[in-house]
């Protein structure tokens, strides 16, 4: 842990994952990359999203290329066919009633589950719990889904800066830091085992806000911030406006592909459009604006890492919530090395 946790850490495979959203998974199967394994998906008969390694325990060849037959998937190269449950039920090579090999069995993850609109898979047991967004399941709340993002980067580092509140006026000078004040006033964060909980209020310049333009209201008005995080890289910004009224749910889940990749999956929840499809485009296009303010800089960093080594860096009470992440990871780290 001296090096900082990197994206491929084998501590990892104990936790769950964003793999992809559920709207990605069909009939078709159809590849996606995690923990630098390649895992096929496809969605079965009964609706479940089925996952597994996306590699043919016959010649290794890859399934994502294969074609789906009912509740079944056949591989491309020789045919072979594989239920639901992963288990080899076809091989025409060997004719109608053959004894099929034992081991003609496909590998499939520890734990796969959806949530939210999205599909979570934990490579081995996890120690984390399932994540879960309020919002997804409150009717009052209209969702909208950001472009699906990829960057040089490490998925510790950006759940770091999710969580910064002092880079705002610095970073996002072009969006909506250059009306927030520089100081972060004093807030408490509460941990509950791999998860913790940070709210504070503080006031912004509400540029979205339609009573701006019409002189109801002015641009710096108070709202309230509630950050919550569940182990590894599930992140969740709750922005409640206090002045204009109303609540924008931000989800940040992160997908450590490889090494120096981060495949960033983000969705809005929010209660004050009005069910306006073109206000929805236009806050995702705003919060896409701010993921590449803060990519622009991520992506640059040298050693792709976050320390868990509380004192290999300096830090002060601006930064509770970026601490209690490393004390969480390290303790998460620990644990699941430790099994």
């Known amino acids: 842990m001296t090096d900082g946790l990197r994206n491929l850490d084998p501590s990892l495979r104990r936790a769950w994952h964003p793999l992809c959203r559920s709207s990605e998974v069909t009939e078709a199967p159809r590849a996606f990359t995690l923990l630098g394994e390649r895992y096929v998906t496809y969605r079965s008969g009964d609706g479940d999203a089925r996952v597994f390694l996306d590699r043919c325990p016959h010649r290794f060849a890859p399934l994502s290329l294969g074609t789906c037959e009912g509740d079944t998937l056949r591989c491309a190269y020789h045919g072979w066919v594989f239920d639901p449950d992963g288990v080899c039920v076809e091989i025409p090579a060997l004719g109608e009633n053959a004894t099929l090999p034992a081991r ?4 499939r993850p520890a734990a796969v589950t959806e949530s939210h609109g999205m ?3 934990a490579p081995d047991p996890p120690l984390t719990p399932v994540p879960s967004v309020e919002a ?3 009717p009052a709340f209209q969702k909208g889904d950001l472009p699906v993002l990829e960057s ?7 759940a770091d800066n999710f969580l910064d509140m002092a880079h705002f006026p610095f970073v996002h000078v072009g969006t909506f830091g250059a009306g927030e004040a520089r100081e972060v006033p004093n ?6 085992g791999y998860t913790f909980t940070a709210a504070y209020e503080h006031d912004f310049a509400n540029r979205e806000d339609p009573g701006v333009a019409e002189g109801i209201r002015p641009l710096v008005q108070r709202r309230l911030l509630t950050y919550r995080y569940t182990a590894p890289f599930h992140l969740e910004l709750a922005i409640e406006f206090l002045d204009s009224g109303g609540t ?7 997908t450590p592909v490889d090494d120096e990749t981060v495949r960033i999956y983000s969705s809005l929840w929010r209660d004050d459009l009005g069910g306006s499809e073109q206000r929805m485009r236009d806050a995702i296009d705003f919060e896409v604006a701010v993921v590449n303010e803060d990519l622009e800089l991520q992506s640059q960093f040298e050693v792709l890492a976050l320390p ?9 009470r601006a930064d509770k919530t970026t601490v209690e992440l490393r004390r969480i990871l390290r303790d998460f780290v620990g644990d699941a090395r430790s099994l």
């Open 119 to 121: 599909v979570f898979v």
């Open 187 to 192: 807030y408490t964060v509460i941990r509950e």
């Open 152 to 158: 040089r980067a490490n998925a510790g580092l950006l």
């Open 136 to 138: 997804a399941y409150d």
């Open 308 to 316: 868990l080594d509380i004192t290999a860096e300096i830090h002060t």
């Open 248 to 254: 924008n749910v931000i989800g940040f889940f992160l």
């Open 104 to 107: 003609a069995k496909l590998k």
